[in-house]
């Protein structure tokens, strides 16, 4: 009898919406929602001994203690494989069951699978040490989920050998292994040459992914005649986000007047950014753009022109295809307003 | 009249070896004068004390110390081997050669700062190597005292060179079991209108015991030149590395039998026009490095006028960066060039950069594997060479959990392998 | 990446972030170390003037990095396998 044990938040779990998010830690002897699906997947031959509901806040805002507080609740009884969520592309959701999974792995030894859209920012995070089925974006995709999470775990479970991410339905974990191939490197060489040659399609072994180079702009020859821009991907806006630019997963930029400030004041300007905590930056938002050294300079003759605005972006689970977008908006506009030199500060 | 350069492989297949009174070849079976060949070695007195031993595929038995291997060889013609290393000079690449093709001959040794290789003969590690399917001829050497590293490195290739071709030569006069015609001039009248395709084989340059020997001499002697493909497949270049891993040199077997020469002359006047070989150092400044790669790609492009090149590298990673010179050298010429190479991904294989260096121009990159990935061997009855190594714990005989990077031809940069990598 | 898409445009662009490493991997031509990810030109530790003198001098390096040569790609590579 295969006893699985699931994770679910406060949604899927059926106690409550956002609203709920603060829920500590509870047990149940059964499935609950969409635990039901594995209950008929494992029909005959397993069940949901136990399903563990959080609330997405408890887990993700209470540390190292609330973590554990949640982990403790699954090794009580003997078990054979977890499965936690899928999360979806909730972020804070998608934590709790990549951190969850981790634990089970590393420290129970037992098999543990969740699942997550591949641009929940918990997949950089968990993909290396955790088994993670991709899914769709929202809960349409449940009923695809489950089985192949479920599958996934079984053949862990059993020991049996992981094939390829395509094959198994999990979002690459960036990990390569060595394998034998059926012909020999220099026949493979000579073979994507002949492809190369004719003009067709041909695969590299070795991608060099993300690793977009580009070569470098010329210097700023004299900086006592440039305009200068500022630009940032920490989510500065106004107070109160007239704009309503995107926490996370940016699509968008925008650009705020700064041209009669000598710096950015905490009334006037927060961060939105998801990514990390915002106090310091809230506190004074000269530690994110600069504007008040910047100010000094220029009335110092260091450079000629303050440009009147600064550009802004939230850079936290950004799809790189975005960031790339972005990116190429805001060059645009600074090569048509005759910047000289761009200052892009990170969190 | 013009005599093109005609090589012919005269080969003897090898099915047993073994010590006998006389050393002699016959159907198949290949016996070897113990006493007589380590008498031979021992003329050299840089060298200590020498033992010869046999294993043969399928033996619970594992290799140690491993620094080169070599092939039985020896030319018809003058009943010698390894031009410029041993006796008279002569030209690689035409006449006849004699190969006891299934044997190879192991150079065993052991000094402080020398890297050696392990084989193992059963078990899963010998799905790692070719040299496990191989009856091989071990040559056990210590060095004389007081006898330097780079000395020391010198007695022992001239050992295992020797012994190659006193075992060549009990070929003579016999009927090979097969013969294969090397000569790029014998082919079909439409071979000018097939793709003309190269090979730019990088060559470690680095310094004493840490380079191929071209004719004799150092590699870093030569700047990029070109070589019949003839020459460099009949013991014009000889593996001198000894003070670098097995993972990141060519063993004289490798290149003797090099996969990328031997394939592109397999398909010469059918699918391709195998124009020929460059080869180039690998150096050690950034100038010298832009300069060579200048070279070699002028030489593939307005001397052998190819279409294409495969290029093979030599070293760790420091070399990657050359590799990525001569593509972009070849490439701005309008070479289409498909590269190989050993991936630097960390035992885990989560690297996110899998070589030192990159460019964009090197879109087809074909893979011989991890070189940081770590394998478990099974214990053995048998150890050919000494009980320890260095870099490895323990008592050799044991089972082992040690990087691929010990297994001769486990990572092969001239591609002769297998291994690649699977991303998961 | 915005950096890089600025430079790609041909206006040089200084990236400053405390994150090192990955701006190294991700090939940023030109860059200048911040305090930390929560505070890149500042430090809540320290007084508010002697904040303000590290801004500046953050500031100061990152305007100098604009009108330096940067290091390509070619160049760094080289760099990293010399190490």
Redesign the interface.
Known sequence: MIRVIHYLNQFFGQIGGEEKAGIGPKITNSAVGPGMLIDRLLEGRGKVIATVICGDNYFTENGEEGAEEVFLLIPRQEFDIFIAGPAFNAGRYGLACGELCKRVTERLGLPAVTGMFPENPAVELYK?SVYIIGTTGNAAGMSKAIPRMVNLALKLLRGEP?G??EQEGYI???????????????????E???K??RGEP?E???P??????????????R?EE?T?AL?T??GLVPKGNPDGLESARATRYARYLVKDLEMLGSDGFQSIHRG??????N??P?????L???R??ERDG??KRLFPHFFV?T?VA?T?DN??K???K???E??SAG????????? | MDEAMKLEMCYFDVSGVQFGPTTAYSDGLLTINKKELIGLVAQDKRLGAINVEIACPGERTRITNVLDISEPRVKVENNDYFSGMLGEIHRAGEGKTNVLRGAAVLEIGSIEGFYGGLIDMAGSGSSLTPYSKMHNVCILATPAPDIGTVEYGLALKGAGLKTSVYLGRATRGLEPTSVETFNLDQTSAHVADLPGVGYLFQLHSHGDSREPFIYGDNSRRYYPTILHPNEIVDGAIVCGHYNISTSIKNSTYTILNHPVILGLYRRHGKELNFKGVVISSEPTSLAEIKRTSMMAANLLKHVLRVDGVIVTKEGGGHTDVDLMENCDACESLGIKTVLIDNEWLGPEGTSELPLLAVSRNADAMISVGNVDAMIELPSMERIIGWETMPEIAGDLRGELYIPIRFIPNGISQAGFTYLTTEGH | MLEKEIERAGIPAVLVTTLLPTARMLRANRVVPGIGITNPLGDPRLSPAEEKAVRKNITASALEALTRKAQGDDERAAQDARR
């Open positions: 290396k992981v390829k991410p690459p974990q960036g990990i390569k292994k060595n394998v034998l191939s059926d012909k020999l490197a220099s026949e493979r060489a000579i994507v040459l002949f190369k040659l041909f590299t072994e070795i060099f992914r993300g690793l977009d180079l580009v070569p470098p702009a010329p210097p700023i020859e900086l440039a200068i630009v991907e920490g990390f905590d915002t106090t310091f930056i506190e004074d000269n530690r994110l753009i600069p008040d050294a910047l000094r300079m260091a450079f972006t850079g950004t790189i960031a790339k972005i990116g190429k805001i060059a645009t600074l090569v910047v000289s030199g761009a200052i892009v500060t990170s969190t």
